[in-house]
């Protein structure tokens, strides 16, 4: 079995560092552990206390009496060792160190205690994460070991990070955008378990559709090149490197020990491991947002529905630049467009409906293009039937209120139909939208899988990171 | 007085287009006009309804009998000449024409109505905002005519726009992000008011700190060169320009007749001009948030402070990256450093505080690298100390409920007071966070204005475009 498959998915768990201080990092991390939907048995280990949280406490792991398959330890880094020793002896085959002040602090004498926590989990035959972590997330088992107290979502994403900030308190921002992920594993020093094992863990995962990773250095290169291959054969994997700067690098180092190489080193690296680089973590989520969830992009060709010029040429703009294309429709796609949306519309591609109410027509127009044979993928800019957009004119229509229930059933079903046509016509839809994935207006298309993002070039991005997979995948499986 | 003076702070408007029935374009505007707080005079005009959602209409503007300051029109093209007429008769010296169907409809019969709009104008003389565009908002009489719900919020923001949706729908995302705008004009195919006028105007406003733009076509370039120059003397100047490729070409022509040229035309026109370039339109909303509030940076050496490692690293990279630089701090600088934060902390900048449940310390460590003299500007990671941090810990602890609220204050208190740390030390701050604007974790800051984005990269573009503003504004001034 893989070494991640029982420490993601424990069915008990010891905690060390948790007390009735709520000020403490292990005692945050263990309220989220009880709070967030977790199963599986918990036992904090305390010196004194009788109870954590309300829970039986035990002195040692060694009075627990009962199998245990994870340790997170949050401790001062001197008793790391000790007590690692101790789960060894106790039988616990996986940790998690959270504790700092290893390779990471620079001196001899934390490279010397990253060597004895090494050794002390060799000898035990045990893997373990970190030291230098914030611990995991997986909404499998409901399990959230992390600092941030919202639990982890579900969805298609996982993601392996040097960063434990980017795998934790990411979370928020992820919600917000109606952005799903399953499983984040934080790395920190990579003692022990590393990047390449989380691509390896990952590519066995059924439930995981797009990898992210954010990387600060490479251990094994080697090893990291043939996982990422592997694992990009059969499903997206995007990384973000900082690193290659000077204060990046500087930054690096005291962060997680990691030497970092110049920009272009990491390019070549990502390149021949058929890893996607994103500037940074948000363009890194947009991608990894479409990637989990539509279907890949069989060609550059795209199509434009918007029921506004701005966003309408934005699009195009940015679509040309990041090299997709907005091609002009022919004149029998035109006169059937024309047929449904009246002559007056410009339908050259961009489709651009200026003011229109009604909004089904936005399906009936995908469906044409998408079955036309003349267009790869497809966006949207401009759905909003919903009551965000009816604020004012509910208080001055009394019987606009009365039907406001109904309406808004029709509306939501309806974005439940377009984002089944994407799926049904294997090319991908992203959407444009000023309102947020929690607004009426496009709540029900984000629940549904299509993408929403807030302007046109992050669109474009998103896109292109589709239409390169492909070609990636193609590559990593031989086929080009 | 200037033209736009009175149109955007009118004491009566006359609403032509609005009617009983909700689905209209034109009864939207005006519910909104209604709703969101405008307390001058409105007329409807309409032929056979007696009343227009519950206010009394008039048959025509003939009939209102008091001075009317503007006029909206959204009536099908063909009734658009007489009313303007009607409207210049009754002495209506001010008109926002939101119908399409004139140049943008590409045939010579659009060019024609388009030209008999400026003779029937010219001959009252008339000033008037579209065709073709949304209409207006103005926090400071507020008013909103346009199809938006939302009330304009208040702010140092303002934007001139040829796409109507980047002035009205983009609200939402707008007040998401806790970004606040006090002036919006549409300006559509600019038969006559045009983006000249609107930089002219801005200038004039004292409450206007930072103008955006977005452009599809610079129809007067000579003129808009001067106004522009003008205007960024006084207060920095943002556009978006999309129209540099074949299909955004195309769109734009489509959109609002513009007549598109390409990319590079555009950078020399707007360097010459003295305009930031931003891609797209949430780059130049990031951008105009912290020019907008924030005082400008005297240089490119920037500290970083944060309590993650990640963020730390992304935001140095993303600054070098960007041109900017994140200097190591003297060894006297870091020793005063090392006795806020104790000796196991990098100070070196970044200065990496780890986890740290002690928030106060970002306020006394800001200040101490903002009076060093080493730095012209600060980012901070890893502000929460709210209740979003202790969502689990209150059901554990219900000690510390009882202490929230106090908590909550004093945090609160605490970010309005690092909030002053830049304006008292006239060096600009940004924060980095993945909690929204609405979150108790940073709420307090940006209600203080400061800007707060969800990524390095974001992060760096906004602090580069405060530096580029600094030496555009010598410039101007012909300071340099």
Redesign the interface.
């Known amino acids: 079995m893989h070494p991640l498959q029982e420490l993601m998915n424990p069915s008990s768990i010891a905690v060390f560092g948790a007390s009735?201080n709520?000020?403490k990092?292990g005692?945050?991390q263990l309220?989220?552990i009880?709070?967030?939907g977790y199963r599986g048995e918990v036992y904090p280990i305390h010196r004194s206390e009788e109870t954590v949280?309300?829970i039986p406490a035990y002195r040692s792991i060694l009075e627990v009496g009962k199998p245990v398959d994870m340790a997170q330890l949050v401790l001062p880094t001197d008793a790391v060792p000790g007590i690692l020793e101790e789960c060894g002896r106790a039988g616990v085959k996986h940790a998690i160190v959270i504790s700092?002040?290893f390779k990471?602090?620079q001196g001899t004498e934390g490279e010397r205690r990253e060597k004895d926590l090494k050794e002390i989990a060799a000898r035990y035959g045990m893997r373990f994460l970190g030291p230098n972590c914030v611990g995991i997330m997986n909404s499998l088992c409901s399990l959230n070991t992390t600092?941030?107290?919202?639990p982890p979502m579900g969805g298609g994403i996982a993601l392996a990070?040097?960063?434990?900030?980017?795998t934790a308190?990411?979370?928020?921002?992820l919600r917000?955008q109606g952005v799903k992920m399953c499983q984040t594993i934080s790395v920190g020093n990579e003692a022990d378990i590393d990047l390449v094992d989380c691509l390896e863990y990952f590519r066995l995962q059924e439930e995981v559709r797009a990898v992210g990773m954010?990387v600060?250095t490479v251990r094994r290169p080697r090893e990291f090149v043939a996982a990422a291959r592997k694992t990009a054969a059969e499903k997206p994997v995007v990384a973000?490197y900082?690193?290659?700067?000077?204060?990046?690098a500087?930054?690096?180092l005291?962060?997680?020990g990691a030497v970092a190489g110049p920009d272009e080193l990491y390019n070549g690296l990502f390149r021949q491991a058929g890893i996607i680089r994103a500037?940074?973590?948000?363009?890194m989520i947009d991608m990894l947002w479409i990637l989990s969830l539509q279907p890949l992009c069989p060609g550059p060709r795209m199509a434009?529905i918007t029921n506004?010029?701005?966003?309408?040429?934005?699009l195009?703009?940015?679509?040309?630049?990041a090299g997709l294309?907005?091609?002009?429709f022919s004149s029998s796609l035109r006169e059937k467009l024309d047929g449904i949306t009246g002559p007056?519309t410009?339908t050259?591609?961009?489709i651009?409906l200026?003011?229109e109410?009604n909004v089904f027509i936005f399906k009936d127009l995908l469906e044409m293009v998408f079955t036309s044979g003349e267009v790869d993928g497809a966006f949207i800019?401009?759905i909003?039937g919903a009551p965000?957009?009816?604020?004012?004119?509910n208080?001055?229509?009394p019987e606009?209120r009365a039907m406001e229930k109904d309406w808004g059933e029709v509306y939501h079903r309806f974005l439940a139909e377009l984002a089944e046509v994407p799926r049904r016509s294997r090319k991908p839809l992203a959407v444009m939208s000023?309102?947020?994935a929690q607004?009426d207006s496009i709540r029900a298309l984000v629940e549904n899988g299509v993408p929403v993002y807030?302007?046109?070039?992050?669109c474009a991005r998103a896109m292109r990171a589709l239409l390169r997979y492909l070609d990636i995948r193609r590559r990593m499986r031989g086929e080009a």
């Open positions: 009735n709520p000020l990092m005692t945050i309220a989220n009880l709070e967030c949280m309300g700092g002040g990471e602090a600092t941030i107290a919202e990070s040097q960063s434990g900030a980017y308190m990411i979370n928020p921002y917000s954010y600060e973000v900082v690193g290659g700067t000077e204060a990046g500087r930054s690096s005291s962060h997680t500037a940074d973590m948000d363009e434009v506004s010029g701005g966003p309408g040429s934005s195009a703009y940015h679509l040309e630049k294309s907005v091609p002009l007056l410009y050259g591609n961009p651009d200026t003011f109410t800019y401009g909003f965000d957009f009816m604020v004012n004119l208080k001055r229509f606009l000023f309102f947020g607004s807030p302007s046109a070039a992050r």
